[in-house]
């Protein structure tokens, strides 16, 4: 979603699919199929299964998007381009806990970066980054719709608002 | 946090503090679902559009567009299906009302959407929610089998000959796609691009069928319009604001929540100050953004003492807009400057870059904002800020550009102090 004019880059990386293909369990081609059924256009369901596969295999690894084509009809270009346009999908590993700290105005003028330090300081990692042991991943998110109870982050799907320094230590402390 | 009305009786958060509203008993018990069956035993799905445009009812998701004109576009002639697509796709910077309707409230939700769909013709309806509110999806998918399992959503509702289902969707993260046709891509499986206006959703929407698609909180005004009746409900508010509006209310005040007001209250400053029982810490109210990042800043001097009436036409004549009733209180510690600044990063990153003057733009923006705090202000930088937000501003594909401009534009006239302090030459 970036600039992609003014900041050389390239559009995307480019990703070798190989052969492999992901393979699910019953119960979950069983959840697949349900969010299939809801739609008229196969294709409509893409973000549902993406974080399904997501969720099964830590993000959308090339496998993942080999069995979504497959598994909506589509080329694998389809998949890979609407992986890239939404954050919430990761094309590539992130931590078992994925901090993400809202950055935006109402969270900044209640102290959202005094958040992002303290977590990056007790997790040495900075925002962006995933802790060696691969449990914790730190980001810088925009408005997750906490405003009125700032500064706030979600871990994984989790909203934790009112943060100060010694409920994020216990937050933290408290994940298994 | 409060969350409750102010001057009007609760209508929408009615059943915000009852316990367990969630569920469809207690719906039910407090009036739940009888909108559903007047219409569905005493009206036509004419008489529901023309009800629903007695009552003033505006679009609640910040472009104000009236929603019984909204209906009524639907060509009524069509042989294609036709959609009810609920935006829940809240991402608005400073907004927060939906999130709560859908949690304590979501049968309100379903059965405005049924409403809807039945005023339409409609036999299929979406939830579109961003994706960060997966707890919320969780809610609504458990609210629309407890509606199921009574006969509310699915064949021949309350026996009547009207059918409709309602499936919820999860966004992916992309404050895009909050915008009406980015959805609409969204929910086809695409990137979250908006399409050419026209045609309109309501001639070519979802699947190139007619589509309607409403905020959370338009549909959940949707039954109690029904059963008060549209003149009832657009009397509770002003001639061309019908209602009550529900303001998410952030920042430095000491009650932030959300308040439900009737249209047309009376007025900002004391809304601040009694209301939201005023500014923490004995500091002084500096500046309010009333309707969500998009709009434009407003000093305090154009609040305290100016009578500024909360309802569309209040708020543009005290110089803003209602917008999603995103109310963020700054008080006088923050810096404009580095409030536009943090704003600015956030249509950048939105920035969807499917149109040139905004994802160029925006990212032109953000760096001259961050060159400035880094020291490198030059004098002449709020003119180029302001040119820049001129090749944005209405030369862009969709409203994203408009309302990535607007905060700087408005912040830079209004609060010029703020800007000069960081653009002043360097002392030698």
Known sequence: MSSQLTQIQPLSQPVDIGDEVATFSPEVEEEIDAHLAKYPVRRSAILPLMFIVQRERGYLDPPGVAYLANRLGLRYTDIWEVATFYSMINTSPVGKYHIQVCRTLSCKIRGAQKVTEHCSHKLGIKPGETTADGRFTLSEVECLGSCGTAPMFQINFDYHEELTPEK??????SLP | MFIGAIGCEPLQLARMHVENSRSIDVYRKHGGYEALKKVLETMSPEDVINEVKKSALRGRGGAGFPTGMKWSFVPKDSPKPKYVVCNADESEPGTFKDRYLMERDPHLLIEGMLIAAYALSSKLSFIYTRGEYRYLIDIMNRALAEARAAGFVGDRILNSNFSCEIHTHTGAGAYICGEETALLSSLEGMRGH???????????????????????????AVPDIIKMGGEPYQKLGTEKSGGTKLWSVSGHVNRPGVYELPMGYDDMEKFIMEDCQGIPDGKQL???IPGGSSVYIMRADQIIGKDVRMDYEGLVTAGSSVGSGGFIVMDETVDVFESTKNLTEFYKHESCGWCTPCREGTDWLVKVFKRIANG????EDAQLMLD????????????????????????IKRFPEDFKKHLAPPEI
């Open chain 2, 286 to 288: 500096k500046a309010v």
């Open chain 2, 388 to 411: 820049l937000c001129d090749n944005i501003e209405g030369k862009s594909f969709c409203p994203l550009g408009d309302a990535a401009s607007w905060p700087i534009q408005s912040a």
């Open chain 1, 168 to 173: 994020i230590d216990q937050i933290l402390s």
């Open chain 2, 194 to 220: 908006p399409r050419m206006k026209p045609p309109f959703p309501a001639v070519s929407g979802l699947y190139a069928s007619p589509t309607v698609v409403n905020n959370v909180e338009t549909l959940t």
């Open chain 2, 376 to 379: 490198a202000g030059r004098p």
